[in-house]
Structures are given as C-alpha cells and as structure tokens.
C-alpha cells in the first residue's frame, strides 16, 4: 500500500477500524516510555456482549454516577461517557456535578487526581484502570523537582522564579507550585499563565512539557529560543552551568509527551506532498520543529473546533492522539481527515481503560463496592488547589 493511500485510508468511515501503522521501537529512548508501548494498531474492541453488562450496571447507578470520558478515550469507553473533553474541562464539569456520588473518570491518574481536588469532600473519583498514568507526569517527580528548586536557592534566583505548571502533573507538582505561588495551566492558557508569571518574576520553570513551554514562550511571548534552558532531572545541576540558570527566562523542565513528541518536520513535509492542499494542525505539546512547520497550533478542544468550523471538501492532517484523530475523521466524513504519521502511537495508557474496566467498575459500585478510589492527601490537595485556583484568576 503507498504512502498516500495509506493517509488518505484514515477519513474513509468505512475503514474506521483500518488505519495500519507501523511497529514502533526502531530509536526510542526507553527511559523516556515508561508505561508507552504499541502493538502498532489501535487496540482491538473488547467483548461487545460488556456492553449489555454495561449498560445495566450504568442505569442502576443513574443519578449517583458521573461518567468522564477524555477525547482519547477508545470509542467504546466514550459511548458510555456523560461528558467529554479534555482534563481541565472534565475535572470543571465533575465539580459542577455535586450531586454525583461517584466520578468515574475514564482518563489517566492525574486527571483523576485534579477531579478529586476540586470535586466536593463527598464525591469519590474512581478511575477504572490504576494503571493508566501518563508517561509525560511521571517525568517530573516531587524529590526531583525540589532538587531542581534548591539548586535555584543555593544559586539565590528562586526568589525571581514563578513555577508553572502543565496540568499533566501529578497533584504533588501543583502542590509544589501552589506552595510557590505559582499557578497550574492548560494548552488553552498557557500564553495567559506565562504573561502572568513573568509579570511576577524574572523567570519562570515550566514543568513537565518543555514543549509547550518552549512553544508558548517563542511563538506568544515573542522570546527567543536562546531565552530558554531544559533542566534536565537526571543530571547533576540539571545540566546546566549555574550562568546558564541565571541567564535564563525560561528554565523547562526535560519532559515530554510520548505521543506528541513522536510526530517530526519530516512527518510534516511528507503529509503536504501526499496530500494536495491539506492544512496541518498539531498539539502544542509537539517539538518547536514540527509546530513551525504546521499551519495550525491547536490545544485538543481548538483541533475538535477548527475541523468541525472547516469547509466541506477541506483536507487536515492531524498530529494528536490516535483515537481522537479516527473519531474526527469518523465525524466529518465530508472532509478529509488524515493522522499526520501512521509510527505515532495512540496513548497506550490512556487506553488502558478499556471496557472491560469500565464494565467491573460501575458493577461494582452498583453493587456496593468501592474500587480504585483515587484520593489526594488533605495538605496536598489544598497546596495544589491554590495553583489551580490561581489558573481561574488569571487575567
Ligand atoms: S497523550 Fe501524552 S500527555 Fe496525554 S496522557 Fe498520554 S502520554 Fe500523557
């Protein structure tokens, strides 16, 4: 199969089951997956018979259950979803529902953690799969990220520094930037939230997506690439001379998306040659590189928008999640709507909430039975709170 029947294979509705990739591995930096790995295809559906339990079990539950789904939930997850969107969006839309014993959060474990921060001390946040985290929140920890801090100190600039970060960290991040009077934000915000901080210090360290960070900061603020430095965890003073962190506007954390950071320039070139005409829009999180040479920068609410706004007739290709790529190109049949590269993987721990796990969860709650509560530590949550506060105050 060519390359551009293979692209062009993806907006076809009736290959909505189809579009081939191939296997990853070949140069991946392993350290860097923890929790990621791809069989190359998205995952297959499970059982259809679940889906009976399932829809049983969700209408004993009624009223008492709120179900989360994120856009790159799995089709079958998404159908049983009360909401859809991305996590600040869901984590709003839960505290908006107090009335619902139980928040079932199909997403991964810092979603669910920031559902249960700013949800009432009644509502439990359930989360079908406690293996489904993300790669991109375990690569700041809380021992590294204080590390990094003292540095700053011992340097004596932490006092000008205003921590900023993505809200994909753990709630012991926000907590630490919420501690420092820094604030939490969204690819929706974060030229608001880093206007903000460098209204506040000097300087600012952006946890954990030196993508978005860097992304943010050169193309909204107008700074320059050599304005930024990555502060690499695993080496010692980051990796950077102590001139460096004090010249620096923005210090990014060494973090990234492993899905998003995948998709290259390359992808973009070879997308436009396929496809005549075709409009490129990626995620922030993608590298400098790739986002200079979209048409388009878009957080996951502004993709799903741009595509559904667009004319018939129009071609887009996409560099986000997998899932969320096949269900516009699904929705929009009018259109074409092609994955930017087929070796980028769906997000195989988001996926790991399958139906199967939707299925025993509400089951059990149905039956009485309370699994995989996620809860945040009190003092924890209400550090991380007062960062998230401070993200809906931001002018
Ligand atoms: S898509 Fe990337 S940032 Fe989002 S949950 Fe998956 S690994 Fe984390």
Redesign the pocket.
Known sequence: MSRTTDLRTASRPAATHEIPLLVLGAGADHRAERGVSCTGELPAASDPALVRRAVRARSELGDRAFVLGHH?QRDEVIRFADVTGDSFKLARDAAARPAAEFVIFCG?HFMAESADILTAPSQRVILPDLAAG????DMATFSQVEECWETLEDLGIAGEVIPVTYM?SSADIKAFTGRHGGTVCTSSNARRALTWALGKGTRVLFLPDQHLGRNTAVLDLGLDLTDCVVWDPHRPGGGLEPSALRGATMILWRGH????GRFTAQNVAQVRAAVPGVNVIVHP?CAHDVVLAADQIGSTEKIIEVIAAAPAGSAWAVGT?LNLVQRLANAHPDKTVVFLDKTVCY?S??NRIDLPHLVWALESLASGQVVNQITVQEQIARQARAALDQMLALP
């Open positions: 790159y991964v993300c790669s991109m929140a994909n998306c492993s899905v998003h999180e999640e997000c721990t988001m």
